[in-house]
């Protein structure tokens, strides 16, 4: 199995950056697909977007497609979710999930592994 940590959160103004991180331990990393999803207060968990385990391939949601940018580096035993154009909306807590799976999808059930989680506040 794999453990996640996410790091990279914090404040920022409307229209800034953010890069997360999300590291693996464990298990080969580039066994698993990746992928982010956001919770904020309130609301259910949603997906973000994922990464195959090869990097190869990258889905996103409607919502930060065009704004983030998803990319790996498995001998680093990290994937990284590039955030730009941020937007009040985005404000949640951001968490990276794995799957020891080829296709990864955009539903929480489908992922096996979960981090903690990192604060990603946007203000206006």
């Known amino acids: 199995q794999v453990q996640l940590v996410e790091s990279g959160g914090g404040l920022v103004q409307a229209g800034g950056s953010l890069r997360l991180s999300c590291a693996a331990s464990?298990?080969?990393?580039?066994?698993?697909?990746t992928g982010w999803f956001r919770q904020a207060p309130g609301k259910e968990r949603e997906f973000v977007g994922a990464i195959r385990r090869t990097g190869g391939s990258t889905t996103y949601a409607e919502s930060v497609k065009g704004r983030f940018t998803l990319s790996r580096d498995n001998a680093k035993n990290t994937v990284y979710l590039q955030m730009n154009s941020l937007k009040p909306e985005d404000t949640a807590v951001y968490y990276c999930a794995a799957r020891n799976t080829i296709l990864v999808g955009s539903t929480t059930q489908e992922y096996d592994y979960w981090g903690q989680g990192t604060q990603v506040t946007v203000s206006s």
């Open positions: 464990g298990d080969i990393f580039s066994r698993y697909g």
